[in-house]
């Protein structure tokens, strides 16, 4: 008799075992653009991983720090990664150039790319820069697309004299006058604040001048769409709920984000994160159709400046380049979310 | 036995008066330095972010936040990871190259792979070979494995012609020749090889760790430098150069504890 039981036991216990197997979380590997020491709203990722976001959609995420637009789209496209964020612009390149990799939504609605400069060097319009010395490696992509943001200002693209510097020298470059200008992302007010002067400082974003391509864009490869939709699908959904929390509670998603990554600087970072929830996260298309919405008018003029300024093996069409079947049901916070409905859409009266 | 004893002491004496002999210029050198340098920053009105102070940078060189020493083990790991592959394949294929003209075919291909550069090949290994430790160690491998292998390859067979001669007439056979002539003659000139390598292997570990890497010494430079923070920038270099000048002092002390002689 007891034999009988210890044996229905092992066999009730080797059952639980093979039913739990079956069962195991979906392992993600997502790739960041950039470290989260350089920008703050990376931060949506580790908070979705701490709240428990990734698990509650039954995930297993692990979350690579990146080192740039154009490493991540071709791990995607190598099959190194399931999902990463990155530029607009390196997704449509590398799917111009054959890469397999089809954007899934939308992360940065507005474009971050900002011209920064010194109110000493006397420029004050983007005419100014005639002659005039930028400081930007030669790959970077507000370079490449320097003449659409000339061409709309009336600057010849030529006129400019492009000075190679290593990405992270950019603002100590411009704040030693090495150049007279520098582009990067609007998120680095506070650093170029800090080196420079608020009073010294100058900048002209991009989207200010009517030139506003997307900006970072989910990205994964074809096959993962066809043979691994769902799984994309709850991440962007746990995603885009750590956005939204990001967006509510912006110093905590920086103290999150220091718990993984202790080399985050809390002031620096969290002013990253204001400037890019107030000015790259949010327009009028979220608050209709919700966060991660790709607006096909937008992706199409952003495709085309793709298509005008880089030299590309083919033009690319919209219908190839994204999907919006995957998109998550997450809203932009409501008013009565915030402690002061005041600032709405923002959570709270922000410096910048 | 006492005059034995005093020829000890004596003998302790002199070792330690040349080693203070040797050492003191550096350290007057370096105070000088650090002085200047501490005064420059103090008077000389320059941003913290341009040129630190000294002092900034040592309380970060002991500031946890940084988790030195865990990047630190990493980035050895790719180090000596790298630097033993270097070696030891370096010094196989320095006696393969010398040991038959087929062989030394393959000679361009290795000036070829020792040319690329390897800011421009190590995206390549992220892609080939996946994310993490391994590509930083193929990375420094191959920045330091080729003056291991021109060393070997030289000091086999620069040797003077009249020993080798003088053995073949007593009919020694060839595997013997190479064994106690031509390869004990090419001990000072590997020993040179290898500390050539030791500063390449820890470069070509940190081009890798600054292409992609979470963890590692360069990627505590990437997030100083998103961050501005130039005393952590300086903090991890001297960590970086300390490391280099670890392995160079190690193989220093395996040359003159196993071939004493080929200095």
């Known amino acids: ?352 | 036995m006492l005059h034995c004893l005093r020829i000890g002491v004596k003998s302790t004496r002199v070792v330690l008066g040349n080693i203070l002999i040797k050492a003191v210029p550096p350290i007057i050198f370096g105070l000088v330095l650090f002085s200047i340098w501490e005064l420059l920053v103090q008077f000389g009105d320059i941003k913290p972010y341009i040129l630190p102070s000294l002092r900034a940078v040592l309380r970060t060189m002991v500031d946890p936040k940084w988790r030195w020493l865990d990047q630190m083990w990493v980035t050895a790991i790719e180090v000596l990871g790298g630097y033993v592959m270097a070696a030891s394949i370096g010094i196989a294929l320095g006696v393969v190259i010398t040991w038959t003209r087929l062989a030394q075919g393959i000679l361009p291909f290795l000036v070829i792979v020792n040319s690329l550069p390897k800011i421009a090949m190590a995206p390549l290994f992220i892609i080939w070979l996946g994310y993490g430790i391994v590509p930083n160690i193929i990375i420094a491998f191959i920045s330091a494995f080729f003056p291991v292998v021109i060393n070997t390859a030289t000091g086999i067979i620069n040797i003077d012609p009249d020993f080798v001669n003088f053995a073949r007439a007593l009919g020694t056979p060839q595997w013997k020749i190479f064994l106690k002539i031509r390869l004990p003659n090419a001990l000072p000139h590997i020993w040179a090889g290898l500390k050539i390598s030791t500063s390449l292997a820890v470069i070509g570990a940190l081009v890798g760790e600054f292409i992609a890497a979470t963890r590692g010494l360069a990627s505590s430079i990437l997030h100083a430098q998103a961050s501005l923070a130039t005393h952590a920038i300086f903090a991890a270099l001297v960590w970086i150069a300390l490391l280099g000048l670890g392995l160079y002092a190690v193989v220093c002390i395996l040359q003159k504890v196993l071939t004493p002689w080929a200095d």
């Open chain 1, 1 to 352: 008799m007891r034999r009988k039981v210890l044996w229905i036991a092992e066999v009730g216990c080797l059952g639980l075992l093979l039913a739990v197997s079956g069962l195991a979380a979906d392992k993600v590997i997502f790739r960041l653009n950039w470290i989260p020491s350089g920008e703050g709203d990376l931060a949506f990722s580790y908070v979705a991983q701490e709240l428990g976001y990734y698990k509650e959609e039954d995930l297993e995420v692990t979350i690579q720090i990146g080192s740039g637009s154009a490493d991540a789209v071709a791990l995607v496209d190598a099959g190194r990664v399931d999902i990463a964020l990155a530029g607009f612009e390196s997704i449509a390149v590398a799917r111009a150039r054959g890469a397999k990799v089809v954007i899934v939504a939308c992360f940065h609605v507005n474009s971050p790319y900002t011209i920064w400069t010194r109110a000493d060097t006397g420029i004050e319009s983007i005419r100014d820069l005639a002659g005039r010395t930028i400081g930007a490696p030669p790959g970077d992509a507000q370079r490449v697309a320097f003449p659409a943001i000339a061409r709309a200002t009336g600057l010849d693209p030529d006129s400019v004299q492009w000075v190679n510097i290593h990405p992270g020298a950019k603002i100590q470059s411009l704040a030693a006058k090495v150049v007279d200008a520098t582009v990067h992302f609007f998120d680095q007010m506070y650093l170029y604040e800090q080196a420079i002067g608020k009073d010294n400082l100058r900048y002209f974003r991009w989207a200010d001048y009517g030139v506003n391509p997307y900006g970072l864009m989910f990205v994964v490869h074809e096959d993962t769409l066809k043979t691994r939709p769902n799984v994309i699908q709850r991440f962007l959904q746990a995603s885009f709920r750590g956005v939204r929390w990001m967006i509510l509670h912006p110093r905590e998603a920086i103290e999150i984000m220091q718990r993984y990554v202790p080399e985050v600087e809390i002031i620096p970072v969290t002013s990253m994160l204001e400037q890019s929830i107030k000015y790259m996260l949010f327009d009028n298309s979220i608050m209709q159709y919700g966060l991660g919405w790709i607006d096909p008018a937008r992706i199409k003029a952003s495709i085309d400046l793709v298509n005008t300024y880089y030299e590309l093996p083919r033009k690319l069409s919209p219908e190839e380049l994204y999907t919006t079947a995957l998109l998550p049901h997450v809203t932009w916070p409501y008013p009565t979310e915030f402690e002061n409905p005041n600032y709405w859409p923002l959570p709270y009266e922000f410096r910048y």
